[in-house]
């Protein structure tokens, strides 16, 4: 099992120390760094910075949101970024929900977005092959655009550039059991949003018949800390924010995950009055035994013993969020 580091998406503003823990992560041999984006900054920039920075760990997006740009444009971002860096690009890509879809990006949540994710991912593929023109006869991404409020112009066209790697690996962040079953059909790699070691069976269908090289890479807050419960809150606080309000009190599918995970009646009340704006008790509602079953905090010792449990399962790439080098130095020493 490999190590990354997650840095996530900026909050109010850029933080000084992502370069720097980048390049400390490389230092103690982390295979990748990550980026991420929701409704401020975006994955590709602060990516690219770190690019220039450093010059073996590899670099990759969890989460692109795929409504933010055509399908074509983040081919045009991947490879561009990936011949920067000499080829240590990793394309993640998610769909996002509809509250962000329509309301940040202002276009329609896709009514089939099992076939909205495949034909997106087929335009990747088809630009980084560069075997010819991309061309699609799709629902939601067609190439060239054959919309009836179209011009009838379009021309099928292939890369200018040549991209460094037509196998650069493509990742999809994927939460329902059907869209992760397809992931494992049509990418290269699957971010998980949360990852209970302790609970295979909340995946285990989807993941059926996993084919070899296949990445399992999911994001773990990690803090080596000598109380537990005081290690938790940042992570209640991501839960209680996620599950409570990234997404619509009939459509969120974090809180939907959460529930298939065994935690359907807290993940409701989370929800419920995250809604009623009780934002702290949204916090306080969030189980530790849930909070607890997917990071990695507590003594040295502690977290020795729960790392063996992602080690035992399908995880590929643990994804580190963590801004502190204690925390990092001791994870890479105990996965030596």
């Known amino acids: 099992m490999r190590l990354g580091l997650a840095l996530g998406y900026w909050g109010r503003g850029p933080s000084a120390d992502h370069v720097p823990l980048a390049q400390e992560a490389e230092r103690l041999g982390y295979h990748s760094v990550w980026t991420a984006e929701s409704w401020g900054s975006d994955a590709f920039t602060p990516l690219s910075w770190i690019a220039a920075h450093t010059s073996r760990i590899r670099l990759g997006t969890a989460v692109a949101q795929m409504a933010a740009r055509s399908p074509t444009t983040t081919a045009m971002h991947a490879l561009t970024l990936d011949h920067l860096s000499g080829g240590r690009m990793m394309l993640g890509l998610g769909l996002s929900g509809p509250q962000v879809v329509e309301g ?10 099992l076939t909205a994710t495949r034909e997106y991912v087929d335009v990747v593929r088809q630009v980084l092959r560069r075997e010819g023109p991309v061309e699609l006869d799709g629902r939601f991404h067609s190439h060239p655009y054959r919309g009836p409020d179209g011009t009838g112009l379009g021309k099928a066209l292939k890369p200018i550039t040549h991209p460094l790697r037509a196998g650069l690996p493509v990742l999809l962040g994927a939460e329902g059991p059907k869209n992760i079953a397809q992931t494992t059909r049509i990418a290269d790699g699957w971010l998980p949003l949360y990852w209970a070691p302790t609970r295979p069976q909340a995946y285990e269908a989807s993941l059926d018949g996993l084919r070899d090289g296949f990445l399992v890479a999911p994001m773990a807050r990690a803090h080596v800390c ?3 419960a005081e290690g938790l809150l940042p992570v209640k606080a991501m ?4 599950i409570g309000g990234m997404g619509h009190a009939a459509r969120n599918f974090h809180a939907d995950l959460m529930a298939r995970m065994g935690y359907e009646e807290e993940a409701r009340r989370i929800q419920r009055l995250f809604l009623e704006g009780r934002r702290e008790e949204a916090v306080m509602a969030v189980p530790d035994a849930f909070a607890d079953e997917i990071s990695l905090v507590g003594p040295r010792e502690r977290i020795a013993e729960r790392l063996e449990l992602w080690r035992k399962g399908p995880v590929t790439d643990l994804l580190v969020l963590s801004p502190d080098r204690h925390t990092l130095r001791v994870l890479a020493d105990l996965n030596a």
Do not use: A, I
């Open 104 to 113: 940040w990006y202002g276009r329609p949540f896709p009514k089939s977005p």
């Open 226 to 228: 000598d109380d537990v």
């Open 239 to 242: 839960l209680g924010f996620y």
